[in-house]
């Protein structure tokens, strides 16, 4: 059972690997990918800075970017707003990602922000 990962308190590389799993066959013609650097060919920057979002959806070598996703879980301390910065940047025009999602993962629920357009929106309909 994958729940038992988010109990456990594993990292959240282990966590996006099985979600890039599901979301794989949920997008069947498009590419799931985890920590994936590259713009096309080129390194994936955002501000000088090499930049690896947990899981994108897009179509390899392509420029078709569907959806890029942060990850943290409530156990993690670590800071939010670098993650929230990068969804910003990566909807935006540099690379359009028609939307963005960051999951906050709890023990027994999550958060979903989502982000559109290099900005938090509400909620897809």
Not at 35 to 61: A, G, M, S, T
Not at 100 to 120: F, I, K, M, P, R
Request: hydrophobic residues 35%; glycine residues 6%.
């Amino acid at each position: 059972m994958d729940h038992e990962l988010i109990e456990i308190e594993v990292h959240e590389r282990t966590i996006a690997a099985r979600l890039a799993m599901y979301l794989q066959d949920e997008f069947p013609t498009w590419n799931a990918d985890c920590e994936y650097n590259r713009d096309r060919r080129r390194p994936k920057e955002i501000l000088e800075r090499l930049v690896y979002p947990d899981i994108i959806i897009h179509r390899r070598n392509t420029g078709a970017n569907l959806l890029a996703i942060e990850m943290k879980g409530c156990w993690n301390g670590t800071d939010r707003d670098p993650d929230y910065r990068k969804l910003l940047h990566l909807t935006g025009p540099d690379f359009g990602y028609t939307l963005g999602a960051h999951v906050e993962l709890e023990y027994q629920n999550y958060g979903l922000t989502w982000y559109s357009d290099g900005q938090q929106i509400e909620a897809p309909q």
